[in-house]
């Protein structure tokens, strides 16, 4: 019936958790152009790093590696979803999410940011990723996709 937007350059940033991949494959099917790509982008909170610092879980400099390490491994499992002409990048960030993701969109120059809200979750979660998502929202120059993710959503 109506017109599905089509973008030729998104950024998605994903928290990693399970439904990072539905949000992955809501991005490819957004994708359009001669030469479509995808920056996945996670962003490592420094209120992590200094939860796990504060807990005698390593120094500053060991979390943040471990961190990395974790999140470049996890991002590249979803270049597999990719087509073969679509340029996917990955990248791991550190700093204020929101502004992180802000500062990575005016980078790369993308057409839009695409992002999930998970729809049912009450914890700490919520109120962190939810508030990141605002912010974008409000701070971007750019479109921003929000996309209602199911709490449960891990396919």
Not at 24 to 30: G, N, Y
Not at 52 to 64: F, P, R, Y
Not at 105 to 126: N, P, T
Request: without cysteine.
């Amino acid at each position: 019936m109506g017109t599905k937007l089509k973008f030729n350059s998104l950024l998605a940033p994903v928290d990693l958790a399970g439904r990072s991949r539905v949000i992955v494959e809501r991005a490819l099917d957004l994708l359009a152009g001669d030469a479509p790509s995808l920056i996945l982008m996670h962003v490592l909170d420094p209120l992590m790093v200094d939860f796990a610092t504060d807990h005698g879980w390593g120094s500053h400099d060991e979390i943040v590696a471990q961190m990395r390490r974790h999140a470049e491994r996890d991002l590249e499992t979803y270049r597999e979803l990719a087509p073969a002409e679509v340029e996917m990048a990955t990248i791991v960030s550190e700093g204020v999410p929101f502004l992180e993701i802000l500062r990575k969109s005016e980078d790369f120059a993308v057409d839009a940011i695409v992002m999930g809200k998970v729809e049912r979750h009450v914890g700490i979660e919520k109120l962190l990723f939810g508030a990141t998502a605002e912010k974008v929202l409000r701070g971007s120059l750019r479109p921003v996709i929000v996309l209602p993710i199911d709490d449960d959503a891990t396919a």
